[in-house]
């Protein structure tokens, strides 16, 4: 999960506008194809993800579907970073239960792996088009790894709210989120039960954050 610290290029009337970029219309179209998609993906995993199934349930023209996302991979990889994205604030509104920076980055951890193991086709989608994923994906692959960083943190910082971010825990976020996404891909996979993932993430924590 690859993580810089250069911000997200801002979009244009031409491109594909972020959830905060665009005018009002480009964000609620974008909203709306991103709804569709993971309707379809909760309903029938990767393989239900179709673009022009995308573009009539989210009632755009398939053209501009693929001006706002060039590819499935795209599509779905922007669709895992509006769940982190979304994940971010709600996590952030209130201390992480945990004596420990271990204890409270397995809090959180769990407590995502958990939310997604309760939608298992949406799940096997997003994660499978995240391991798909080439260079032509960074800007999305970014965005994934700066929400997951700003979670991890997070929760490594504790009740210290006002603490600046080290490079070294940027590492930290960056070693656990590949950690984490190894672990549900294995569950996705059925290389592993809910038991088993839960205990190999707390097992990675444990030995980085010892």
């Known amino acids: 999960m690859s ?3 250069n911000s997200l ?7 594909a506008p972020t959830d905060r970029g665009g005018s009002a219309a480009q964000r609620d179209r974008r909203r709306r194809i991103l709804d569709a998609t993971y309707e379809l993906a909760s309903d029938g995993g990767f393989d239900a993800v179709q673009m022009r199934a995308v573009a009539e349930k989210a009632d755009v023209a398939l053209g501009t579907l693929y001006r706002y996302f060039p590819s499935k991979i795209h599509l779905l990889v922007s669709a895992l ?7 971010a604030p709600r996590l952030a509104a209130k201390p992480v239960p ?12 769990k407590r995502m792996a958990r939310g997604m ?3 298992p086709k949406l799940t096997e989608a997003l ?3 995240f391991m798909f994923a080439d260079s032509s994906v960074s800007t999305e ?25 080290t490079e070294e825990e940027v590492a930290i976020a960056r070693v656990l989120g590949d ?22 993430m707390e097992t990675a924590v444990r030995l980085v954050l010892r």
């Open 3 to 5: 993580v810089t610290t």
């Open 117 to 119: 193991q309760g939608d």
């Open 98 to 109: 945990g004596d420990t920076a271990a204890d409270r980055v397995l809090y959180v951890l």
């Open 127 to 129: 994660t499978r088009a």
């Open 179 to 200: 950690v984490w996404l190894s672990t549900l891909v294995a569950w996705v996979t059925g290389r592993s039960t809910a038991a088993e993932t839960a205990a190999h």
């Open 141 to 165: 692959i970014h965005q994934v790894g700066m929400a997951m960083t700003s979670i991890v943190t997070h929760a490594l910082h504790g009740e210290d709210t006002s603490a600046e971010t």
């Open 9 to 15: 290029p801002a979009s244009t009337d031409g491109g």
């Open 81 to 87: 970073g509006r769940q982190f994205d979304e994940a």
